[in-house]
């Protein structure tokens, strides 16, 4: 798949409320912000990538272009989605086929997330959204969205979900998604929420 049919987006909107409320997309790990590890991961994957963010976003900028996720506070990362279906709405004319979404406090997403998801897609021509398993646990966040022209569908779908429940995991149930065990998308996904789990990290990838 040619990868100018795929928008990465990084989901960077958390709370950080295990860091002290630190933005953790911007906390260093190995000498470079957080946030430029994932970018670096998926660059390759998709011709274009975008940050969700509800904060610093004039920082984020520095690293990718930014969306604000128009909410107040700490929504969750159906906020950003919201935000990021209404960018494709607002900007029809450069519409992708695909949406690959990773979340911010993952700094080593699999090399092959995008290939993994999409050939799974392909595959099953219901199915609208591929998304990771790990060790039988959704994970959600690691998705890949069919777009079909209509992202004003999608926006409409998860606004629905946030204000009904607020859970990703909940969404996908609630419609025709294919999960992918994380084998066949690499072994990583290296969730770090505290100042320990960065410290071990650096430890073990210095």
Same mark, same amino acid.
């Given at each position: 798949m040619a990868s100018d049919d795929?928008? !990465?987006?990084?989901?960077?909107? !958390?709370? !950080?409320?295990?860091v !002290?409320?630190?933005?953790?997309?911007?906390?260093?790990?190995?000498?470079?912000?957080?946030?430029?590890?994932v970018l670096e991961r998926l660059r390759p994957q998709c011709d274009r990538l975008l940050i969700i963010a509800n904060r610093n976003t004039d920082e984020y900028a520095r690293y990718a272009p930014v969306v604000h996720?128009?909410?107040?506070?700490?929504?969750?990362p159906l906020a950003g989605?919201?935000?990021?279906?209404?960018?494709?709405?607002?900007?029809?004319?450069?519409?992708?086929?695909?949406?690959?979404?990773?979340?911010?406090?993952?700094?080593?997403?699999?090399?092959?997330?995008?290939?993994?998801?999409?050939?799974?897609?392909?595959?099953?021509?219901?199915?609208?959204?591929?998304f990771v398993r790990r060790a039988g646990a959704p994970q959600p966040l690691f998705a890949m969205y069919r777009i079909?022209?209509?992202?004003?569908?999608?926006?409409?779908?998860?606004?629905?979900?946030?204000?009904?429940?607020?859970?990703?995991?909940?969404?996908?149930e609630s419609m025709e998604t294919v999960a992918v065990d994380c084998g066949a998308v690499g072994d990583t996904l290296h969730n770090l929420n505290t100042p320990e789990e960065f410290r071990d990290y650096e430890r073990t990838h210095g």
């Open positions: 795929v928008l !990465g987006v990084v989901l960077a909107g !958390g709370a !950080g409320s295990r !002290g409320g630190a933005d953790k997309g911007l906390l260093p790990l190995n000498g470079k912000p957080l946030v430029e590890h996720d128009g909410n107040d506070g700490h929504a969750g989605l919201v935000a990021a279906f209404g960018f494709l709405e607002a900007n029809r004319h450069a519409l992708p086929r695909w949406l690959l979404t990773a979340p911010v406090d993952c700094p080593d997403p699999p090399h092959d997330l995008q290939s993994a998801l999409h050939a799974v897609l392909a595959a099953d021509a219901t199915a609208c959204c591929a079909d022209e209509d992202p004003a569908s999608w926006r409409t779908s998860v606004e629905h979900a946030l204000r009904a429940h607020g859970s990703a995991r909940l969404w996908h």
